[in-house]
Nanobody, 127 residues
Framework: QVQVVESGGGLVQPGGSLRLSCTAS????????MGWFRQAPGREREFVAS????????YYADSVKDRFSISRDNAKNAVALQMNSLKPEDTAVYYC????????????????????WGQGTQVTVSS
């Protein structure tokens, strides 16, 4: 059974930073592109960032580009999302997801492409 688990969420002031972590059991993430998505109340789930198996390809939503950074450590079976210069509009539940694929250089931005999802971790940006 595959389990994806996020951690690191919390309450932070505007301009602050948080680092989200994602680990997987029952799945070797070196066989998967990994993505982060978020969902705010009353809104659809949206793409945040993704990274290919090789780490050579990364994508970011325009709203987080230059503030967020996705990385992975296949040896630790983990993915991280470093979030800097946080804004109130970044408040959402953040989800980590795995897309089991063969292409080592591809990373999807589409939620439907991802096979496994975590339960999410709440990020609240407020003063």
């Amino acid at each position: 059974q595959v389990q994806v688990v996020e951690s690191g969420g919390g309450l932070v002031q505007p301009g602050g930073s948080l680092r989200l972590s994602c680990t997987a059991s029952g799945l070797t993430i070196s066989s998967a592109a990994m993505g982060w998505f978020r969902q705010a109340p009353g809104r659809e789930r949206e793409f945040v960032a993704s990274i290919s198996i090789s780490s050579r390809t990364t994508y970011y939503a325009d709203s987080v580009k230059d503030r967020f950074s996705i990385s992975r450590d296949n040896a630790k079976n983990a993915v991280a999302l470093q979030m800097n210069s946080l804004k109130p509009e970044d408040t959402a539940v953040y989800y980590c997801a795995a897309d089991v694929i063969i292409n080592m250089w591809y990373a999807s931005k589409t939620p439907l492409d991802y096979n496994y999802w975590g339960q999410g971790t709440q990020v609240t940006v407020s003063s």
